[in-house]
Structures are given as structure tokens and as C-alpha cells.
């Protein structure tokens, strides 16, 4: 490629703007403009889809090269080679880099991107998406050419072996795997056989993606318009993060939010007239299907003998050398190293295995100009992967539905063919491997083969509201209960647990006028209020719903039995604190730590699924293990000297600074998960998941008013000046005021812009 000097602008007041003549940017070059507002958020303007890549590309990279590098060699399957193969990868869920360079060695001599780049849309990827990625590469790889490796700003990477040129192939895969995050790519070990990594202490599992959403429709908004509430709680570390952008091709496409770093697209935002989020579905989206052993390696189907596949991945070490692994394939999937016996095996058979289309999905989306064009972009592509969709457009109709990728299995078909699951955890169907009769089904209006289609998959429309919180998809609005779908969708009927509830409760609240926020319906300011302020936005359910009897057990119990743990101060500090999971909230770390220690909930009144937003509630506390688990919290902040009245600020942390919230098993919307246990010093380690790209935002027909807050802030790198920035503008409650127009990014008074170009 002919390279072209940057041009750079920078400007406090009035910036001035290097023009780009369109002949400049002809003939398969590119070209792009990068407009910075405060946080350093981009608005990236082009004249075409592969111009706006490459912008996004190199403002991507200008902020967080460091980690798409890393995980550009771990989808390569390089990471033995360069940080030892015992050592922890850089996965959403991590094992050991042997284990992960196995995995990924064997997804790219599958051959599966290859397949879908050679077929047409909607399975394989549209020229536009085509352009985009290419563009966001020359993009990323212009940035590292114009700095160097040795002179990147980042000092995680800086001068490092592993840091160089990407390729269009690294984005097609970390694709793919995005679509396999909660299926394949989640169960490594599990498929190549190999044990996770050492570890020096007892760690928590892996944080689970989650997340809160709401839609709001015109009869919950006092301006009659749509309104959502996106609150995705994604990891706070890694390739997982959200990363937010503004993408806008004129008279083309304009959409604000957020995109998963290193994809191009935008997964969570809103344009002039459209805005959507998403939560973590619960339905199954792999089977597993128990082989028929056959001796060596062949297994039944219909009685007759099919041999396994065998895959060799060579490995590359440190020294060197070349580590050879074999992996066993069928035709379901891969064959699991797991739950083998001398009579049967098993395979993972995925839904996302062959994805691409989410990409697709999510380009669509955000050039839909009503919620008529979103469900036509949805039921078009059919792409994404695990994720339910809740929508609203201007005219205030609130949308839900589970359009994820979903094996059909009818529940016929599941009673017939599945059996318990041989691996413990491993939540998925178990069919019977040895017979067609058991094989994935067909809807004539899926658009691949094997997975349910738009018209069996559950959704609801309505004028007032929709709300998930990681819930299955009946308890969307109480009002109009979801039922009749195939289970492979999820459970109706079940416990919703305290996050979902409150959630729930917070906008019947709001609705009814009876939270102390003013006259009933939904403004922006309200919402914002609801979700984040520092008397409404951190309840923790659980104690709520536990308080009264807690303070009875107090009156009547000052010790527990066998341990002369006295629990009266401890008694004290609960009944005073408020239920806030706020910064000062004294008496919320205590709550937690005993709440913990009861390993579950200890209700009083069971689940009743006739009283789904009541109940369970109260707390048991005739139940020996209540009183124990008080005494055990109290001993364990008095024997580590911790004062009792322990706040969520003194507590818990990001980088230094202070953070509100609560798990989510006592039931706070505002959900924060720490690296581990309370330390004997009165410190979690730090929050490694909760809220991460948080978004308001009222539809008008005067345009979109927005507020945002990217919790962990805009950079990894942490010499950035957007390392923490917003992470303390979420600690103390604050919200940024989005720009979306020319004329509101224009006025920012600490606009910094570039241009950039690069000829074929």
C-alpha cells in the first residue's frame, strides 16, 4: 500500500477540520475522520463502509492495542509460544495457553470461516460488513505502522515479539468466537482434554455474562416516545469489554453505542429513531449427543459404523518445539475428551458453531429506521448468538423477543431422545447420538438448517414496557406472561430471583408514581434516577425482603449457639443501615458476607409461581444455619479486626477507585463481582464484573437524548488520560451527555480531531 502523511488537527474552542477531497478516497483507498469528544469517546465519519473500518480501526487501536494484540495471538493459537504453555490465557473464561492454543489451532484448520467467506448473504457476510473489517484492519495496522512497536504508549506491549500486523482472517475469527462464548468456546477443556492451570488459591468461577434492559413504550413515557435502559454487565477485563464509538456515513448510517473490542459493528446503541440492547438468554444453544461406541474410533448411527474424524494440532513451544495433539471429531461436532466410557463418548454439537451473521445483524440494526425494519433485519439474518433483543422506536412500541440461535429440539424430541448429562454442570440436552431420529430439526423459516426459526421463538410487543434481567423470557411483563414456547427457550414458571424482581419493581414503582421520584411515567431524568442514583439504584433486594425477621432473630438471639459470637452490634449496624448498597452504605459489606455464608437463600415463604413478583420472601430463621452464618460473618470481622460498619467504598474497588454495588445473588440491579473473597484486610480483590456500558435513551422526533457511562472507561492502557475517567464519574453516580449531532459534537470545547487517509 502507498501510505499518505497523517494530517492532524487539534483545536479547543473552534477546530479546524481537514478536509478530505472524495477523489482521495476512490479507487479502493481510504479515508476517514476522527472526531473526539470529552472522555475521548470517537465519532467517526466516512465516506463509505470502508473508509468508517479504517477509521475505527486506527481510533480503536489509538486506545487499546494492546489487548486486541494479545488476543489476536491467542486466536492464532500462539500463546504457548510466547508466554509459556502452563501460563493463564487471555479468554473470556481463562485456562492454561496449552489448552487454549489447542482449541483455536483446531477451529482454524476446521476450515469454518473459510467455508462462510465463500458463500453469499445472509449466511456468509455482506460485501458492506466485507468492507468494514477490511477497512478496520488497515485501520489498526496503519496506527501500529505510523507508531512502531517500540514507541506504542501502551507499556503492556510496547516493543514486544508479539505485537504486529492483523489480518482480515483475526477479525472473521474473533467473530466466530464471540458467537461461541457461551458454547464452544466456553468449554476448552472439556473438548481438547486438557486440565485447567494451577492456581495458587481457591479463585470464584469465572464471571458470567449478564446483564439489565429495559424497553420502554409510550404508556410508560411522559413524552410518549420509546424509551431503553441498556445495562450490560460484561467482564471489566480482556477482549469482552465494550468500547464506545459513534459510526456515521452520511445519508448512510448513523449509530451511537457500544461494540465488543475488536468487531466493528455497534452491538448495543441507538440511531435518530431506533434504539436496542440485549441480555444474556437462558435457552440452550449446543446439545450433546452420546455416541454409540462401535470399537476404536467409529461410532452407531442407524446401526451402522461411522468412523470418527482424528485432527492433528501442532503446537508451538517457547524453545521451540512442536507439541502434536489429536483431537476427535464426528458428525455432530468434536468429540468430547470427557464423560468417555468403553461404551459410549459424546460430541458437542453447536448452534454457533458456522455464525457470522450476528455482524451482519447488528450493521442491520442499526440503519433500521423503525421497529418494523429491526424485526425485518432479525428475521433476515438470524444471527444472534445468545442474546435476547428489547427495542423501541420513536413512535413508543416496546419490543422483546428471544431471536437467538437455538438447536430445534422440540420438547417431543427431548422427551424421546435426551438422557442425563455425563459432564456435572454442563447444562444442555443429551440426545441419543445413535439414531437420525434424534438429530436437530428444521423450521422452513430458519434461514440455516438445525435451529428453531423467527416463528417459533418467543417475543411480545406492547405500548408500556418490556424488562429482562437475565430471567427466562416469560416474566417479560407481568402483566402478559410468555408461555407456550419450546423449553430448549428456557423454564416458565420459575423463580425469577431477586435481580429480575427488582428490576421488575423498580418500573412498577415508576409507573405508579410511588417511588418518590414525582408524578408517574419514565423521563430521561427519571430513568437515570431509577437506575443510578444513590437512593433508588442500589437496593439489595435480599435484605428487603429479609430485614423484619433478621431484627426478630437479633431480638431473640444475641449469640449463636456454640460459637459466643456476640451479634449485638452486628445487630445494630444492620438495623440501622438502609438497604443501599451505596459507597457509605455501613452495614452492606456485613449483609453480604453473612449472606454469603448462608450458601442459599434461606426463605421463609417458598416460590410460589401463582405470586412470581412476592415471593420467596422472608428469611428462616428457626433454621439453625442462619444463626450460625451471622456468628461466622461477626467472628470473621472481629478476629481480622474489620469494623462491622465496613462500607462498599472502603471494600471494594476498580483500579484505586471506590465503587458502589452489590452481588447478584442478594439481588442488586446495580451488580458488581469481586476477583474473590472479603481479604483479612477488609478488601475484596478488585471488580472484575458488573455494569459496564450503561445507556439511557428517550426517542424524540426531534432526535435522541442520551446518557451514557462506560463504567471501566474508554482505554485499557493504563498511561491513558480515559484509563479510569468515567470509572470515577460511575463511582460518584454521574452520567456523560451523549453527542450524537454534528452540531453537539461540533460544540464540545475539548474537541480533538484527525484525518486520516491511506491510497491502494
Not at 346 to 356: E, F, M, T
Not at 499 to 505: A, G, I, T
Request: some cysteine; aromatic content about 8%; charged content about 20%.
Amino acid at each position: 500500500m502507498k501510505l499518505r502523511p497523517l494530517v492532524i488537527a487539534l483545536a479547543l474552542l473552534a477546530p479546524a477540520v481537514a478536509t478530505v477531497p472524495a477523489a482521495e478516497a476512490a479507487d479502493g483507498g481510504y479515508s476517514a475522520t476522527i472526531r473526539r469528544t470529552e472522555y475521548g469517546i470517537p465519532h467517526i465519519t466516512a465516506k463509505d463502509y470502508g473508509g468508517l473500518g479504517f477509521g475505527y480501526g486506527y481510533a480503536f487501536a489509538q486506545d487499546n492495542l494492546c489487548t486486541l494484540a494479545s488476543w489476536v495471538v491467542t486466536l492464532r493459537g500462539e500463546r504457548s509460544r510466547y508466554f509459556g504453555p502452563e501460563a493463564e490465557s487471555d479468554d473470556p473464561k481463562p485456562v492454561a495457553n496449552l489448552t487454549s492454543d489447542v482449541y483455536y489451532k483446531s477451529v482454524a484448520a476446521s476450515g469454518v470461516v473459510r467455508r462462510l467467506l465463500a458463500r453469499p448473504a445472509p449466511v456468509g457476510p455482506s460485501a458492506e460488513l466485507r468492507r468494514l473489517v477490511d477497512g478496520y484492519v488497515a485501520g489498526y495496522n496503519r496506527y501500529l505502522k505510523d507508531t512502531g512497536v517500540a514507541n506504542l504508549p501502551d507499556p503492556r506491549c510496547r516493543g514486544k515479539a508479539w505485537v504486529g500486523p492483523i489480518t482480515a482472517t483475526d477479525m472473521w475469527n474473533n467473530l466466530l468466537d464471540l458467537g461461541r462464548m457461551v458454547s464452544s468456546s466456553s468449554l476448552k477443556e472439556a473438548i481438547t482434554g486438557m486440565a485447567e492451570p494451577e492456581r495458587p488459591k481457591p479463585e470464584p468461577p469465572p464471571a458470567a455474562a449478564g446483564s439489565n434492559a429495559w424497553a420502554l413504550g409510550r404508556q410508560a413515557t411522559r413524552g410518549g416516545g420509546g424509551m431503553v435502559l441498556a445495562d450490560p454487565h460484561f467482564p471489566w477485563r480482556g477482549i469482552r469489554r465494550f468500547y464506545q464509538v459513534q459510526l456515521t456515513i452520511p445519508g448512510v448510517l448513523d449509530v451511537s453505542g457500544a461494540s465488543l473490542y475488536g468487531t466493528p459493528v455497534v452491538q448495543i446503541g441507538h440511531n435518530a429513531k431506533v434504539a436496542w440492547t440485549h441480555t444474556v438468554s437462558h435457552a440452550q444453544h449446543f446439545t450433546v449427543y452420546r455416541l454409540k461406541l462401535a470399537g476404536g474410533h467409529s461410532y452407531l448411527v442407524d446401526g451402522r459404523a461411522e468412523p470418527m474424524g482424528e485432527q492433528e494440532v501442532p503446537v508451538t513451544l517457547p524453545d521451540g518445539t512442536v507439541s502434536v495433539h489429536t483431537l476427535l471429531t464426528s458428525r455432530y461436532g468434536p468429540v468430547l475428551a470427557t464423560g468417555r466410557t468403553d461404551e459410549a463418548a459424546y460430541a458437542l454439537a453447536d448452534a454457533n458453531a458456522a455464525n457470522l451473521r450476528a455482524a451482519d445483524e447488528w450493521l442491520a440494526l442499526a440503519r433500521a429506521g423503525n421497529l418494523d425494519e429491526l424485526r425485518t433485519a432479525q428475521r433476515t439474518y438470524q444471527g444472534m448468538p445468545f442474546v435476547h433483543t428489547l427495542a423501541t422506536d420513536v413512535s413508543g412500541t416496546a419490543y422483546f423477543a428471544d431471536t437467538s440461535v437455538v438447536p430445534h429440539v422440540t420438547d417431543a424430541e427431548a422427551k424421546r431422545c435426551a438422557e442425563p448429562s455425563p459432564v456435572p454442570g454442563l447444562d444442555a440436552y443429551v440426545l441419543d447420538g445413535s439414531t437420525s431420529a434424534c438429530l436437530w430439526g428444521r423450521d422452513g423459516d430458519a434461514v440455516v438448517p438445525g435451529v428453531f426459526g423467527p416463528g417459533s421463538q418467543p417475543r411480545l410487543i406492547r405500548a408500556d414496557y418490556v424488562a429482562n434481567s437475565n430471567n427466562t423470557y416469560w416474566m417479560t411483563n407481568p402483566a402478559k406472561p410468555l408461555t407456550g414456547y419450546p423449553k430448549a427457550y428456557g423454564e416458565t414458571g420459575t423463580d425469577l430471583q431477586p435481580r429480575p424482581r427488582v428490576s421488575l419493581d423498580m418500573i412498577a414503582q415508576r409507573l405508579s408514581g410511588t417511588d418518590g421520584l414525582g408524578a408517574p411515567g419514565f423521563t430521561l431524568e427519571t430513568l437515570q434516577a431509577t437506575v443510578q442514583d444513590t437512593v433508588h439504584g442500589k437496593r439489595n433486594l435480599t435484605f428487603e425482603l429479609m430485614r423484619s425477621d433478621l431484627l426478630k432473630l437479633c431480638r431473640t438471639h444475641r449469640s449463636s449457639s456454640g460459637s459466643g459470637a456476640d451479634v449485638r452490634e452486628a445487630c445494630r449496624t444492620l438495623e440501622k443501615w438502609d438497604g443501599r448498597a451505596t459507597l457509605d452504605g455501613e452495614g452492606a459489606v456485613l449483609w453480604r458476607e453473612f449472606f454469603t455464608r448462608l450458601g442459599r437463600p434461606m426463605w421463609r415463604v417458598p416460590f410460589d409461581p401463582a405470586r412470581p413478583l412476592t415471593t420467596p420472601s422472608g428469611l428462616k430463621i428457626d433454621d439453625p444455619a442462619v444463626r450460625q452464618a451471622l456468628a461466622d460473618a461477626v467472628l470473621f470481622f472481629r478476629s481480622n479486626r474489620i469494623p462491622l460498619t465496613l462500607t462498599p467504598g472502603q471494600a471494594q474497588s476498580y483500579s484505586s477507585i471506590p465503587l458502589p454495588g452489590c452481588t447478584e445473588g442478594e439481588g442488586c440491579f446495580d451488580r458488581v463481582r469481586t476477583g474473590g473473597p472479603l481479604g483479612t484486610d477488609g478488601r475484596y480483590p478488585e471488580v472484575d464484573t458488573g455494569s459496564s456500558f450503561m445507556m439511557a435513551v428517550e426517542l424524540t422526533p426531534d432526535g435522541p437524548r442520551t446518557r451514557t457511562v462506560l463504567t471501566y472507561s474508554l482505554s485499557a492502557n493504563p498511561a491513558s488520560p480515559h484509563h479510569t475517567d468515567q470509572t470515577a464519574l460511575f463511582s460518584r453516580g454521574g452520567w456523560v451527555t451523549e453527542r450524537f449531532t454534528t452540531a453537539e459534537v461540533a460544540a464540545d470545547p475539548q474537541l480533538e480531531i484527525i484525518t486520516i487517509h491511506e491510497e491502494p
